[in-house]
């Protein structure tokens, strides 16, 4: 089993920043991947990025892409999501996310684990 918590999340103002953690326990990963989903209110949760386990390789949406960096540490088997000039539209709940293979990482129902969520407000 896996275990998935974030923090890091609160209210910043449009143009500012915050950092995301998602620290992982209860098994470590060679392979696979880890993910960053939000969900605002009425809507769907969508695909912000991911890191390949592996490679380290990153991916990240569109709408994210030039302002939004995940990082990991692999001592510490966290993931971070660094977010910059932060937007009012990217106010939602963020979640981590763990698939065991690193295919498929845009499709939140490929990832198997799952963190609790934490709230990003952005202020206008």
């Known amino acids: 089993q896996v275990q998935l918590v974030e923090s890091g999340g609160g209210l910043v103002q449009a143009g500012g920043s915050l950092r995301l953690s998602c620290a992982a326990s209860?098994?470590?990963?060679?392979?696979?991947?880890m993910g960053w989903f939000r969900q605002a209110p009425g809507k769907e949760r969508e695909f912000v990025g991911a890191?390949?386990?592996?490679?380290?390789?990153?991916y990240y949406a569109n709408s994210v892409k030039g302002r939004f960096t995940i990082s990991r540490d692999n001592a510490k088997n966290t993931v971070y999501l660094q977010m910059n000039s932060l937007k009012p539209e990217d106010t939602a709940v963020y979640y981590c996310?763990?698939?065991?293979?690193?295919?498929?990482?845009?499709?939140?129902?490929?990832?198997?684990?799952w963190g609790q969520g934490t709230q990003v407000t952005v202020s206008s």
């Open positions: 996310a763990a698939k065991m293979y690193s295919s498929n990482l845009y499709a939140a129902t490929e990832y198997g684990y």
């Open positions: 209860g098994r470590t990963f060679s392979s696979g991947a």
């Open positions: 890191i390949a386990w592996s490679s380290s390789i990153t």
